[in-house]
Structures are given as structure tokens and as C-alpha cells.
């Protein structure tokens, strides 16, 4: 399977706690997104790294949270002391801009949930 | 700021009958257009873009979706639907900045009924 991938798929965590995910993109895909979708609504913009740099943080995004994309090929999403309202869908997309950058490729989501 | 909307929230239909979904945004640019169908259990999907050219695009599955400038928006139809297309239907925008960001509207749910 060559498409995006993310792991885990599902994640229980207490209050509190951190939780960390990853996305692994298309090979040689130069760009990779975060977005979050919470139930009944589509998903909202994170994050996006070009290479190893990110290059746009949304408001969305607290300190509680970051990414890093150390090599420019795969990518973590970190959430510290989690809250109920970060459960959510965390889906994960990546783009090669020497083919039209704005075609994203998505991932099969990490489905966060926090008790 | 951009936005989308997706008037029709849930839809139900038959099988073959013809399908529309709305979708319209808000942003004085040029823009890129998407739809995004999104299966039960399954990924988001690309099914079809406009960037520029015919304002008429063609996607997968016999899918098409129509451009109107003047009206900023960018529907989605279907002659005749099955019931595999049971799914929730997004539609999204970005704004040619080098981002690439999408920015989505809150989705479709279509509900074929066989």
C-alpha cells in the first residue's frame, strides 16, 4: 500500500495525559498536513510542513499541541495534558508540488478520544 | 476569511436518481475546487477538481461538477446514484497561496436507499 498512513488508528486517553500520533506520507511527497474533524463538520486545517519545515500553524493549533517532521518524511502530531474537547479526528494529507500542489492525498485518520 | 458552505446537510435518495449537491464558497480570488467523498469506514477520496480551463470538470465514477464564477459556487452532480454511493460528500476550497491549505465545508451526507 502506497497512500498515506497513520497510526494509531484509535487512541483512548484520560484527561491529562499526552498523546502522540503519526502520519507517514506518500514517498517523496513534499508537503504533509494535519487537519482535525470533529463529528457532523469537515476537517479543519492544522498544520503543514514543507520538507522537514513547518511553514503555517493554524489558531487552532494551542501550545499544548506540535508537530515536527524531523527528516521531512514522516510526521508527529503531540498533544500535552489532553482535554475532552481535543477529541476529534486527526486526519493527515500529503501533496507533491512539482504536480500541482494542491491535490492532497489523505490518510485513514487517528480517531482521538479523551475520557 | 475563506469559507464553504454545503446547504444540503443530509440528503436521501433512491437508487437512480439524479443527485446535486451545493456547494459555495466565499473568497474574491482565484481559487482551486474540490469535492471529496469520504465512504463509510474509509479515507477521504478525491473525486474531482477544478483549477482552471472548462469550468465543467469531470471526475470519477461519472461524477461532474460545474464552476459558476458569478456565483461562487461549484456543485456537484450525478445523473443516476446507486446505493455504493452512500457516503458523506465534502466540498473544499483553497486559495492559490503557496499553502495549499484546504479549507472544507461541513459535509453532505447522501443516503441512497436501494
Known amino acids: 500500500d502506497t497512500g498515506v498512513s497513520q497510526n494509531p488508528r484509535h487512541k483512548i486517553t484520560k484527561r491529562g495525559q499526552n498523546v502522540t500520533f503519526r502520519c507517514d506520507p506518500i514517498?517523496?511527497?513534499?508537503?504533509l498536513y494535519w487537519y482535525r474533524q470533529t463529528l457532523g463538520q469537515g476537517p479543519e486545517f492544522l498544520t503543514y510542513?514543507?520538507?522537514?519545515?513547518?511553514?503555517?500553524k493554524s489558531r487552532l493549533l494551542s501550545d499544548r499541541f506540535s508537530a515536527e517532521r524531523p527528516k521531512g518524511s514522516f510526521s508527529t502530531l503531540e498533544i500535552q495534558r489532553t482535554e475532552q474537547g481535543d477529541s476529534a479526528m486527526y486526519l493527515c494529507?500529503?501533496?507533491?508540488?512539482?504536480?500541482?500542489?494542491?491535490?492532497?492525498?489523505f490518510g485513514p485518520g487517528t480517531r482521538l478520544t479523551v475520557t | 476569511a475563506q469559507s464553504v458552505s454545503q446547504h444540503n446537510h443530509h440528503v436521501i435518495l433512491s437508487e437512480a436518481a439524479s443527485l446535486e449537491l451545493g456547494c459555495n464558497y466565499s473568497?474574491?480570488?482565484?481559487?482551486?475546487l474540490f469535492w471529496y467523498v469520504q465512504y463509510p469506514g474509509q479515507h477521504l477520496q478525491l473525486l474531482l477538481k477544478?483549477?482552471?480551463?472548462?469550468?465543467l470538470v469531470k471526475g470519477i465514477k461519472g461524477f461532474e461538477a460545474e464552476f459558476i464564477k458569478s456565483k461562487f459556487s461549484f456543485n456537484l452532480r450525478k445523473p443516476s446514484v446507486q446505493w455504493s454511493y452512500t457516503a458523506e460528500y465534502f466540498c473544499?476550497?483553497?486559495?492559490?497561496?503557496?499553502?495549499?491549505?484546504?479549507?472544507f465545508g461541513q459535509g453532505t451526507t447522501l443516503q441512497v436507499k436501494p
Open positions: 494529507a500529503s501533496s507533491l508540488t512539482t504536480q500541482g500542489p494542491y491535490e492532497q492525498y
Open positions: 514517498s517523496e511527497h513534499n508537503r
Open positions: 510542513f514543507q520538507n522537514e519545515a513547518q511553514l503555517e
Open positions: 473568497y474574491g480570488g482565484t481559487v482551486n
Open positions: 477544478y483549477f482552471s480551463g472548462d469550468p
Open positions: 473544499a476550497v483553497n486559495d492559490r497561496s503557496n499553502t495549499g491549505k484546504l479549507i
